[in-house]
């Protein structure tokens, strides 16, 4: 779930009919209850926010008969229709462009994506097989709207059969933190998207991370089972640690604390919202003394969290339904 960079468009997936479907909404525009279906898969569909634009993958994190394809939505133009011409959305959302069968090799873009790009440039992990003969491998597809180049970059620190969940850039840009799948270890690339160091939490907190910057205080905040790990973005160092949910539950067999969903920030950065599905509501932190402050009970099992500093609000994602709530966080 993500906003658009106007933050007035909202982007969520969500499962209806067996189907993984990506939506676009509008919740102050005045036919507000309109959700526009902007792709749908029965396997699994995944879309990202760069720039002006939105990647769409199906599929995603590998296909068995070759690399990952993407389409490329202009965010812009799917705000404009929404705004006015909403019931005539998916008649003139046409001429989508795609890109397929990267390869190691820096391929030239078409006229047609490098205008849909508009100068961003996209990393999205997931698997590729950069070799004819051999299984796929954990890498990042890089495609780059300055250069008017894509290619696929292999991951060799690691192990095969990883799976490399999410990149979340720093907001200076100069880093990315790499999570992977039922692990309490997080990789930290650079421009180029090689290793430039990693971060560990205890082994009984493993788990899909998820990670939220705070660059007033230049931190990183991952998190896990149990607790938010802050990092200094700098040294990568350990900073403090915020336990929120102390409570054992089994997990795949082992018994773990709580279960974690995503984190932001308020407009001053002052205020920290975490996630917390199985307890069904939202807590508040004070980001400076590192400590809870409030909570705030949902009427969904909140796991992912979207900031609208604009507007003032948080918006929530439930685990279960998909259904989007929000409240108002200055």
């Known amino acids: 779930m993500f906003l658009d960079a106007a933050g007035n468009t909202l982007y969520y997936i969500r499962r209806v009919d067996g189907l993984e479907t990506l939506f676009a909404w509008q919740p102050d525009h005045p036919r507000g209850e309109f959700h526009a279906a902007l792709a749908s898969s029965p396997g699994r569909l995944m879309a990202w926010p760069f720039g002006r634009c939105v ?16 389409s490329v939505l202009d965010s812009q133009r ?9 019931r005539q959305f998916h008649e ?30 996209c990393r999205v992990p997931g698997f590729a097989q950069m070799e004819p003969d051999l299984p796929p491998v954990p890498a990042v597809y890089v495609m780059d709207g300055q250069a008017a180049t894509a290619h696929v970059q292999a991951l060799t620190f690691l192990p095969p059969t990883t799976i490399p969940a999410a990149l979340y850039a720093q907001p200076d840009g100069r880093r990315c933190w790499l999570t992977v799948s039922d692990s309490s270890h997080l990789f930290v690339l650079n421009e180029n998207m090689d290793l430039a160091g990693d971060v560990f939490w205890p ?13 007033s205080r230049q931190e990183a905040w991952v998190s896990a089972q149990g607790s938010i790990f802050i990092y200094d973005t700098a ?4 900073v403090g640690e915020i336990v929120v949910d102390d409570v054992l539950r089994w997990h795949r067999g082992e018994r773990v604390r709580g279960f974690l969903g995503g984190v932001a920030f308020n407009r001053a950065q002052t205020r920290a919202l975490l996630a917390r599905p199985l307890q069904g ?11 809870v402050v409030a909570q705030h009970p949902m009427t969904v099992d909140p796991l992912e969290l979207a900031g609208a500093p604009a507007q003032g609000r948080i918006y929530v994602q439930g685990l279960r339904s998909g259904a989007i709530s929000w409240f108002p966080c200055p």
Do not use: M, Y
């Open 55 to 70: 990647l769409v993958c199906d599929g995603w994190p590998r296909l068995p008969d070759g690399n990952l394809s993407f």
């Open 235 to 238: 040294s990568l160092k350990l």
């Open 281 to 291: 509501d939202v807590v508040e932190i004070d980001a400076a003394q590192r400590r």
């Open 78 to 86: 799917i705000a404009a229709l929404l705004e006015k011409q909403p």
């Open 203 to 215: 082994a009984e907190q493993k788990g899909l991370a998820r990670v939220a910057f705070c660059a």
């Open 92 to 121: 003139l959302l046409t001429d989508v462009p795609r890109i397929a069968a990267l390869t190691r090799e820096h391929g030239a873009l078409s006229p047609a994506l490098f205008e849909a790009l508009r100068g961003s440039v």
